[in-house]
């Protein structure tokens, strides 16, 4: 079971930056059936290049960490 989910940054209604991470349940390794555990995954960062080094993908990053850190 795959669930991804999107965090974005706005800045004066304007969308500047955003990240991805995915979550999933899985439960194979070598082939062999194990308990579905949650794994989550941080699959990608972007910020306009105009609004880079303002610390919005630092904070996308804590943010997308925060929603992953409990699996």
Avoid: C, D, H, W
């Avoid at 990240?19 to 990608?44: C, D, F, H, M, R």
């Amino acid at each position: 079971i795959k669930n991804q989910f999107t965090i974005t940054a706005f800045y004066k209604g304007k969308l500047v930056g955003f990240g991805i991470g995915l979550i999933e349940k899985t439960g194979n390794y070598n082939n062999v059936q194990l308990a579905q555990l949650p794994v989550g995954s941080l699959q990608l960062v972007g910020v306009i290049p105009a609004y880079i080094n303002l610390g919005i993908g630092v904070e996308l990053m804590r943010r997308m960490v925060e929603k992953l850190a409990p699996l």
